[in-house]
């Protein structure tokens, strides 16, 4: 008599059978449920992961080029005796590889006022032929026109400043500043209006409120500077590489210096929002597991209820791992499947995310994004695909290993107990 021999490994006998548990039948009711929201739990939980992650990379982006686009990514500050070299100094640095542009500036703060009302402004003087450099402002202005600024004394503002105060191109916005003249009776405040040539907008309240941009030497004027500026701000090509900069710029520059990078002025900030990143993958990832748990309880229903069939199916010649794959496919199927569902409802959401932020805004008649608590205009996604390769490999392992012990218990059964007790 030939020995019966046991099918290929996943061969299309195996799939038959997995692709039939999978089927609703009235009978098995119930374990299809618990198929159908493990299903949807997983489908879900990829999908949130990935919308979070792609808002929350996208936030800490346009933040990112955003913070880093107006401020800078290395500053140079004077040591022991004022800038007043600063022409030099920024030639030599915009001469270094990897550098795009050096630009002297002068910060001062300052009370902005008009005749609807006032706030306090930080004031930055700057050369002309380097605002319209200036990537985030020149290309972002929405009123008037840079090409005059610095030919006569006006400043260029942000267009929700300008809302604020009440203003247009052409009004005189009024400066305050507390570094005025000195008297025999004390330091005056200087009291100044400037006309207003352009509105810029760059999509961030924080600057779009708060900054007004003068020329150089007005600026130098109006803070008491005495021809030398405040600090020198070096724009990369590659913001994350401020070490190799930093080096290069002490020796190049042939005076005492003081530097500082933006990791520094905003590590706070930017560690703030990769701690959230983090607890946020977290607790989505918990609904991902929840998800792949109904898929070992509905499996281990599915394996009861199904004792008789493995029984015949073990006396017919299927061999132990026969059946463990069986069942091994019927539940990964569950997770690989929803897997791959989360992924398409995770990119149609995120590429859309702006769009349905607005839909539901306007059915609901609410304001879901407001740009003066949020800082950006818009939300802001950005997909990263090595990212979301880490998500659905972290899903289809949970769906795998999930479905190991029901699959493993499956082959365990003996066929002569289950024919006589099932």
């Not at 800038?83 to 910060?107: H, M, N, Q, S």
């Amino acid at each position: 008599m030939a020995q019966a021999r046991g099918t290929k490994p996943f061969s299309a006998f195996e799939w038959m059978l997995a692709g039939r548990y999978l089927r609703t039948r009235r009978r098995e009711g119930f374990v299809s449920v618990i198929a159908g929201f493990s299903f949807i739990g997983i489908m879900l939980g990829v999908a949130t992961l990935i919308i979070v992650l792609s808002v929350m990379n996208g936030f800490r982006n346009e933040l990112l080029d955003k913070i880093v686009g107006m401020n800078g990514h290395v500053f140079i500050a004077p040591i022991d005796s004022p800038l007043t070299d600063y022409v030099d100094v920024a030639d030599a640095v915009e001469a270094l590889p990897g550098v795009v542009r050096a630009v002297p500036t002068i910060e001062g703060q300052a009370f902005a006022s008009s005749s609807v009302q006032g706030g306090g402004v930080l004031v930055r003087g700057v050369r002309p032929q380097d605002l319209v450099r200036l990537e985030q402002i020149a290309t972002n202005v929405v009123r008037g026109s840079l090409e005059t600024f610095g030919e006569e004394e006006g400043v260029a503002i942000g267009s929700r400043l300008a809302s604020q105060l009440g203003l247009q191109v052409g009004d005189r916005l009024t400066l305050i500043s507390p570094q005025g003249a000195a008297t025999p009776f004390g330091t005056a405040p200087r009291i100044k209006a400037y006309p207003i040539l352009a509105l810029y907008e760059v999509g961030m309240t924080e600057f779009d409120a708060a900054f007004v941009y003068m020329p150089l030497e007005e600026a130098q004027a109006y803070f008491n500077r005495g021809g030398d500026v405040s600090v020198i701000e070096v724009f990369l090509r590659d913001a994350e590489a401020v070490l190799a900069a930093r080096a290069a710029i002490e020796g190049a520059v042939e005076r005492p210096i003081f530097l500082t990078d933006w990791t520094q002025r905003n590590s706070s900030f930017f560690s703030a929002l990769q701690v959230e990143r983090n607890v946020m993958f977290i607790i989505l990832t918990l609904i991902v597991l929840v998800a792949a748990l109904n898929i070992v309880s509905g499996l281990i229903m599915l394996v009861k209820d199904k004792s008789a069939d493995i029984a015949i199916l073990r006396t017919m010649g299927a061999t132990r791992g026969a059946v463990m794959r069986i069942f091994l496919i019927t539940g990964a199927s569950i997770g690989i499947v929803g897997t791959l569902a989360g992924l398409a409802l995770g990119v149609v959401i995120t590429l859309n995310i702006q769009a349905i932020q607005d839909v539901v805004a306007r059915i609901t008649n609410q304001t879901l994004w407001d740009p003066t608590v949020r800082f950006l205009s818009e939300i802001p996604a950005q997909i990263d695909w090595a990212e979301v390769g880490s998500v659905l490999g972290m899903a289809m392992a949970l769906s795998l290993l999930a479905t190991l012990y029901p699959s493993w218990r499956a082959a365990r059964l003996d066929p002569v107990d289950a024919l006589r007790y099932g």
